[in-house]
């Protein structure tokens, strides 16, 4: 399409220099200055902050949950079940066979020692006793 020495098909004036895929001189320093400064920006806050944070409030809550758990769940269970393992050990084995020892020592003590001794001296009592009657 041409109008005298126009031809509007093709770029002109400023835009002539212009091949369509450079841009403008002032667009590109604003689209790079925005971006970076967009993107140091947005870098620098997510490190900095969203992860401190995160970091920070995952850690506290992970150990804090993790020792809360270990020191309550565990550690009481642990604790439960030692103490009843061993309680159990304790007053069904130890004591039982501490029971068992004592009585029988007790027993055999008192029996063998103490009975045939009264025994004997009842007996003894009783003879001399007859014998001056």
Do not use: R, V
């Not at 068992?100 to 103490?114: A, G, P, Q, V």
């Amino acid at each position: 399409m041409k109008s005298g020495n126009l031809n509007f098909l093709e770029p002109s004036g400023p835009l002539q220099a212009c091949s369509g895929t450079a841009l403008h001189l002032p667009f590109t320093y604003l689209l790079t200055y925005l971006l970076t400064y967009l993107l140091t920006y947005l870098l620098t806050y997510l490190l900095t902050y969203l992860l401190t944070y995160l970091l920070t409030y995952l850690l506290t809550y992970l150990f804090t949950y993790l020792f809360t758990y270990l020191l309550t769940y565990l550690f009481t269970y642990l604790l439960i079940y030692l103490l009843t393992y061993l309680f159990t050990y304790l007053f069904n084995y130890l004591f039982t066979y501490l029971l068992i020892y004592l009585l029988t020592y007790l027993f055999t003590y008192l029996f063998n020692y103490l009975f045939t001794y009264l025994l004997i001296y009842l007996l003894i009592y009783l003879f001399i006793y007859l014998l001056i009657a």
